[in-house]
């Protein structure tokens, strides 16, 4: 499949613009695809104007035509992104950039996660998209490459969400939306803007914009053992104050049951995908509970000077069953088949920006420091009753393991960007990261388990800027990242002994990106080359019996190409194009487990697990602002390495959809709807890989052809 891939995106940017295809329409139609900004330590940018790959996805976007059950719907457009719907709201979705990530067996790893400014990820380089309200959101940000170090730790990649501010008169809007395996969402979202006072917000009056937001989503599974509810309240506050000020107050609250289906081995998925024997035998499944609130206060102190303070803080309740065996158990180290998390965070991040002159030319600084901690309960239980020779499985039984878990980083960061002559730009930046683990044990049947380690680095970046003319630009970045352990990967040592894994070290990533970006006949056209080297990958030691180990694995590479093009016609036609080349491999071999054997050798030049090598998006819609609107889009990927040592693979596969929609306005009221169908020729392939699974059950199947179909009712009072 990686040659038709290749043509495809070659070929698809070399077509006539859908504008010359609509009636009579001349190829030379004004350009009407938008300008976007985008979101960066130094403030607002319009993205065509970054020494860097960043992607604008609008809220609108990402809701139209679509169910709005996970993020993964709408961020097929971004290159370099590849994103692996799991169908499992028990494990969240599988994001990685550029091969960062992409090892994470649940939740998100390598990346850096924020909503509405406040991190998803903790200082440990754990994250999560469940809070993510898309009802609400204004837009999603996604950044790769070198100037993602500028973000801190695991920062292979950023993904921002925003909610969007209230606007005008109040507005209230009610979504109903349904479709496969009793999959249904119900939301209710009121928006507004007013002035609390006489004035326009700049001269002596206040103005304040809210928008609030909840939704129920719920689904039987396609496969068994794999229902699951979502509740989301989402709100933000925006205050505009009589002295210039601003003020934006957000909180938000998820709540989530949700049965784990787990994976399968390659016989089970191709003979049963839909079964879940093991997960039923164990009754395995998860809950999260969490609620968090942030405030962001950003003021003018002087001309050419701002400051901005981020406050946020909040807490996480997960409680998962595993489907660990009782006789796994039965070691005294084993930390039990249940565990049981309570996390509470908080951060600040203080930030100046100034605008300058350097030698008669124009310079922006920007200068911050952020911290962020997170103080973590963790407690662990055997998931049965009675005997090991007779057990009631799926239920909490004795105290295996309970321990304090703390996680703090303290960042210094600094940014500027000088305008050297009129077509020439120099943008540098670094970031000292510094993040302290440290585990209290309290449970000391077996030993004492506790200890601290400390890792910190200092990440510069640069990037110079060519803009010949005013529709044209090139950019050469470099930088270098960091990615610590987790407190998941330190939890167990490799030789089995107690206490973390204190010797297992960050790695360290060298990044360079060469770039351009096109207005091209209404359209947006951009490229990018780019090279990572990395010494110290973590990766995978041992997988048995619930206990995951992690070592060090010494030299990888990423190298690639990225393209991505945008078209919105005068004439309401709409293409978008995302083509993704990734050479992702390790440069030096290493055994896992140790000691070494033919048998666990991973040979130097082996492709790193759960990366494509080849990836394609390509959509083709047509949607004016009022009436019928239609559309198609396909999704292709290359195979998927699943283990290591490459012995296993998830074969590509590409699948189409299409959607039918609706849209009108009737005075203060708005009304939409849309039929969807996915994977229309109703492929049998694996939407997801767990890496390195320990008992070969890597594939997680994705569903065959589905439905969805959706009205929104909206009233401007």
């Not at 981020?310 to 088949?337: D, K, W």
Request: glycine letters at 12%; one cysteine or more.
């Amino acid at each position: 499949m990686d040659k038709p891939y290749i043509l495809l995106a070659l070929g698809l940017p070399l077509l006539p613009a859908p504008a010359a295809w609509a009636q009579g329409a001349s190829a030379d139609a004004p350009q009407t695809l938008p300008a976007i900004t985008v979101s960066t330590p130094a403030g607002a940018r319009p993205a065509f104007e970054l020494a860097g790959s960043v992607d604008r996805v609008e809220g609108e976007d990402l809701r139209a035509q679509r169910l709005q059950a996970q993020l993964s719907e709408g961020l097929g457009a971004v290159p370099g992104l590849q994103v692996q719907d799991r169908r499992n709201l028990a494990q969240d979705l599988q994001l990685s950039v550029r091969g960062f990530g992409a090892r994470s067996t649940f939740g998100v790893r390598g990346l850096r996660l924020y909503v509405d400014g406040i991190p998803a990820t903790l200082p440990d380089g754990q994250g999560q998209t469940s809070n993510i309200e898309i009802g609400s959101l204004e837009r999603v940000e996604v950044m790769r490459g070198p100037f993602s170090a500028l973000y801190g730790n695991s920062s292979g990649g950023v993904l921002q969400a925003f909610t969007a501010p209230g606007e005008g008169r109040p507005l209230l809007r009610s979504t109903t939306g349904g479709g496969s395996n009793g999959s249904w969402r119900q939301a209710l979202e009121l928006s507004g803007a007013q002035a609390l006072g006489e004035g326009d917000g700049k001269n002596g009056a206040a103005q304040m914009d809210y928008r609030v937001s909840i939704s129920r989503f719920a689904t039987e599974g396609w496969r068994d053992h794999s229902a699951a509810t979502r509740d989301l309240a989402n709100a933000r506050l925006g205050l505009a104050l009589d002295n210039g000020a601003r003020l934006t107050l957000v909180y938000n609250d998820v709540r989530i049951s949700a049965q784990d289906p787990l994976g399968l081995t390659e016989a089970q998925w191709r003979s049963t995908p839909r079964a879940a024997p093991l997960a039923q035998q164990y009754n395995t499944r998860k809950t999260v509970s969490q609620r968090q609130a942030g405030l962001v206060y950003e003021q003018t102190l002087a001309r050419d000077h701002q400051l901005r303070v981020l406050l946020y803080g909040g807490e996480r309740q997960t409680t998962q069953f595993q489907s660990i065996p009782p006789g796994a158990q039965q070691n005294p180290r084993h930390a039990g088949g249940v565990i049981d998390l309570a996390r509470r965070y908080s951060g600040i991040d203080l930030r100046w920006t100034t605008q300058q002159n350097l030698l008669g030319r124009p310079l922006s600084l920007a200068a911050g420091l952020a911290w962020d901690g997170m103080r973590e309960t963790r407690t662990g239980y055997e998931n049965y009753l009675g005997t090991p020779a007779a057990p009631l499985l799926g239920v909490q039984g004795r105290l295996r393991r309970d321990e304090r878990n703390t996680v703090s980083n303290l960042d210094p960061y600094v940014q500027a960007d000088w305008q050297l002559a009129e077509a020439w730009s120099l943008e540098v930046g670094a970031r000292r990261s510094r993040v302290r683990f440290e585990s209290e044990d309290h449970y000391l049947a077996n030993g004492n388990d506790s200890g601290q380690a400390i890792h910190s680095r200092v990440l510069p970046v640069a990037a110079l800027r060519w803009q010949p003319g005013r529709d044209l630009s090139f950019y050469l970045s470099a930088g270098r990242g960091f990615e610590t352990p987790t407190l998941n990967e330190i939890s167990y040592r490799t030789d089995g002994l107690g206490g973390l894994n204190l010797g297992l070290r960050p790695a360290l990533s060298s990044n360079v990106e060469l770039g351009a970006k096109a207005r091209l006949a209404g359209g947006l056209l951009t490229a990018a080359l780019f090279h990572t080297r990395t010494k110290d990958e973590i990766v995978t030691h041992s997988s048995v019996g619930g206990r995951s180990s992690f070592q060090n694995a010494g030299r990888t590479k990423r190298q690639g190409a990225e393209i991505g093009w945008q078209h919105q016609s005068a004439t309401h036609w709409r293409t978008q194009l995302a083509y993704t080349w990734l050479d992702a491999r390790y440069v030096d071999g290493f055994c896992t487990p140790l000691p070494c054997n033919d048998a666990n050798r991973v040979l130097a030049g082996a492709r790193l697990p759960g990366v494509a090598r080849q990836s394609l998006y390509a959509s083709l819609g047509w949607a004016p602002p009022q009436g019928w609107r239609a559309g198609v889009d396909l999704r292709a990927q290359g195979r998927i390495m699943a283990n290591d040592r490459n012995s296993v693979s998830a074969p590509g596969y590409a699948v189409t959809g299409a959607w039918l929609g609706w849209q009108q306005s009737y005075g203060p009221w708005q009304l939409e709807a849309f039929a969807r169908v996915d994977n229309l020729f109703d492929r049998n392939y694996a939407g997801s890989v767990i890496v390195n699974e320990g008992n070969a059950r890597f594939f997680e199947p994705a569903p065959g052809r589905q439905w969805s179909a959706g009205v929104s009712a909206a009233y401007r009072f």
